[in-house]
């Protein structure tokens, strides 16, 4: 019943890694699903959801969640559809996460799940590095990418996954002793770091 959570700097082959770790393993992996399992308990659009995780910690999301109350919303709307603001979406990942890891057998990938789940007795975290230069190959290779495309995706990812930590309040994502393995991409192929998990989750 073990949960494995995958932390990575964007392009070093997380969701890579977690497919075929949940392919060998015969366990759920869970990365966008968690978009539209949030979307369904918010009420609101899989769009809604995407788009606020894209804009996650920018200046547009601040302003909206501090001009628009709640109460306005439910009237505008009438009760029918949901709202989602910084703190109902941290929330809700909080719950959803919390529910795949009880009920096991799963690899999560990002969000924030090595915190939310870092007292969790069945948790593994893992976190993959790489220098940048491989990150860009890899999502030029993996995804058929031009260099400026990845450079710009790699960049962006980066300062995404920093905003999100910094809603959670964390700002230390980096830190080894946060976790139970850090595999550096640089030096380990990915067929021998699914080895290394597998062993550890065995």
Known sequence: MAVITISRQFGAGGRTLGQKLAHRLG??????????MLAKEANVSINWVESFEKEAGSRLSKLISSIVSQKWIDRALGGEYGYLDEQIYLDYL??????????????ILG????????DHPDAVHILMIDN???????MMKHYDLTRSKAERVVHTEDKRRANLYSRLGKTSYEDPS?????LNMGRVDLDTAVELVVDMVE
């Open 132 to 138: 940048l230069e491989n990150r860009i190959q890899f």
């Open 111 to 118: 969000r924030g799940s090595q915190y939310i789940l870092d």
């Open 27 to 36: 366990y759920t992996f869970a990365d966008n699903n968690i978009i539209q």
């Open 94 to 107: 909080v719950l959803i996460i919390a529910r795949m890891a009880d009920e096991g057998n799963v690899v």
């Open 178 to 182: 946060l976790y139970h393995l850090v």
